[in-house]
């Protein structure tokens, strides 16, 4: 970035310039702003640039930035209100060499976003440099996520925002832009690959994409929803940066948001990840219908990477190395894309996984482990406790109010789950992915079922066996209940009947049991 700036961003260096105490001011340059580290607070001044994407070239401009960048991360403030990172859209008064933060806005001479600073240490890209990330903190976010998806604005009927050509033409410009850049040996066949897979993609999924926009799975989201713009605070994961210079990018699909942070994951190597996170949101949000959408926003966000590490390069002139790491960058986005979309050499088999158990056994535990271990293909947990409830409008974490044997508990009830799972299951493999089904399976035709569909499939299948003692079992399901935190809600008269009509597994399911 360029070490000259504007008057008034020099003035804004000087310590004495803050309204509270500062020892030294830190600048910060991206492509559309200037952002000055000020003893605890952080100021974000719009560059007057005027991009395709992003017009900040006026006054007035610049202040509707600001005032829609407070209103749009607000939304993801943590709960704690001395946590909160966006604190106001603020005027800067005076001249630009005796620059005053607040005053009458009418007198403005520029505006600013002021926030609250944090620790860098604490983005979800540093924690995973360190190798720092957990099940339990990707857990957290896919909860942070739906949580805010729920409440998110949606977008109206008629509405530009997400529909299906729109999508596409966003993709079609993310591939012409890659098709523009110099050769770079087998980069351009992988982006012809990848171009022609993107248009087969949308032809089958045109459908499903306005299906969605009318059930209301367009929203108002974040847009760039990936590691960096991702923050541990206290106990919470909590987003940050959302877009703000660009409606269409921001009121998109819900699946498109988190599979910006699912294909973040597998660029770093960590795609066990990636599925806890997925498989949480799933249960979170309880939309059943986005894993058929997803590697298609997956890719989409991969290519979006690509095309600004290839912009990035073209304007770095001669500086050779850093034009080769941006190149590097570059093909690792395109094989990364190649691997989403499953194209040759990037084909792994699907497989299909039951657990089976007595409640309080922990197979939620196994599944969650067993996800976190796939390093290759898509995977993905389907839980029989989140489905029940979703098939009767609940979320995963509503109390049904039912009692042993009646209810969502019924036999009938009981029955529908697993059929509905199956189903889903089939409907999963066929698209590629890699399935563990959280289960008790405690009788033998309900395993037979899913073993048979995974003949059909002509895939792989497995069983996680999960035991513990009787006593153990009790006690978990006592804690489980006075958490209230586990969609689970079986009782102690559950794990009672379970005990007297399961069905142990035989010496052909044995011999299918996985370690776990």
């Not at 719009?46 to 202040?63: I, N």
């Not at 943590?78 to 007198?107: F, N, S």
């Not at 949101?281 to 059943?288: I, K, P, R, T, V």
Request: include cysteine; aromatic fraction near 6%.
């Amino acid at each position: 970035m360029p070490t000259v700036v504007p008057p008034l961003i020099a003035a804004l260096l000087e310590p004495a310039r803050y309204p509270h105490p500062v020892d030294r001011v830190e600048l910060i340059q991206t492509h559309g702003a200037w952002v000055l580290l000020a003893g605890d607070r952080a100021y974000k001044i719009k560059k007057p640039v005027s991009l395709p994407f992003m017009d900040f070239s006026t006054l007035e401009r610049r202040r509707a930035a600001c005032e829609a960048e407070l209103r749009v991360n607000s939304r993801f403030a943590p709960a704690d209100p001395a946590a909160r990172i966006y604190l106001a859209a603020l005027p800067v008064t005076g001249t630009p060499q005796a620059p005053v933060i607040g005053g009458d806005p009418g007198q403005a001479i520029e505006w600013l976003v002021q926030m609250r600073r944090f620790p860098e240490a604490d983005r979800l890209d540093h924690v995973a440099g360190r190798g720092g990330l957990t099940p339990a903190m990707m857990q957290a976010l896919a909860r942070h996520v739906a949580a805010f998806q729920a409440a998110a604005a949606v977008a109206g009927d008629p509405s530009p925002w997400g529909d299906p050509e729109q999508v596409m033409g966003f993709a079609r410009e993310n591939l012409a832009c890659l098709r523009a850049m110099p050769d770079t040996g087998s980069g351009q066949d992988a982006v012809a690959a990848l171009a022609d897979w993107t248009e087969a993609q949308f032809d089958r999924l045109a459908p499903l994409m306005a299906r969605r926009h009318a059930e209301g799975r367009v929203r108002e989201g974040h847009g760039d929803l990936h590691l960096a713009n991702l923050l541990r605070l206290g106990g919470e994961v909590v987003a940050f940066d959302a877009i703000e210079f660009n409606d269409a990018l921001r009121w998109i699909d819900t699946a498109s948001d988190i599979a910006f942070t699912w294909m973040d994951l597998w660029h770093i190597g960590q795609a066990g990840l990636a599925h806890v996170l997925l498989s949480e949101w799933l249960d979170a949000s309880g939309d059943a219908s986005a894993p058929a959408l997803l590697p298609f926003f997956a890719v989409y966000r991969a290519l979006v990477r690509a095309k600004v590490a290839a912009i990035r390069r073209s304007q770095l002139g001669g500086s050779a190395d850093a034009a080769g790491q941006a190149l590097d960058e570059v093909r690792a986005y395109l094989r990364l894309a190649g691997r989403l979309a499953e194209l040759p050499p990037c084909s792994p088999s699907p497989r299909l996984v039951i657990t089976h158990g007595l409640s309080g056994s922990g197979k939620t535990w196994a599944s969650t482990r067993w996800l976190a271990a796939q390093g290759d293909g898509r995977a993905i947990r389907l839980r029989s406790d989140v489905e029940r409830k979703r098939l009767h409008g609940l979320a995963a974490l509503a109390a049904s109010g039912s009692g042993l044997n009646t209810g969502l508990y019924s036999a009938q009830a009981h029955g529908d789950t697993y059929a509905s799972l199956r189903v889903r299951a089939g409907e999963l493999l066929a698209q590629g992915w890699q399935v563990v089904v959280d289960a008790a399976f405690l009788r033998r035709h309900e395993r037979q079922a899913f073993a048979d569909l995974a003949r059909e499939h002509r895939v792989p299948f497995g069983i996680l066996a999960c035991e513990a003692p009787v006593s153990v079992l009790r006690e978990r399901i006592r804690a489980r209940q006075a958490g209230g935190s586990d969609a689970s809600e079986a009782t102690l008269a559950v794990l009672e009947q379970q005990l007297r009509w399961a069905e142990p597994l035989d010496a052909a399911e044995q011999a299918l049991a996985l370690t776990q």
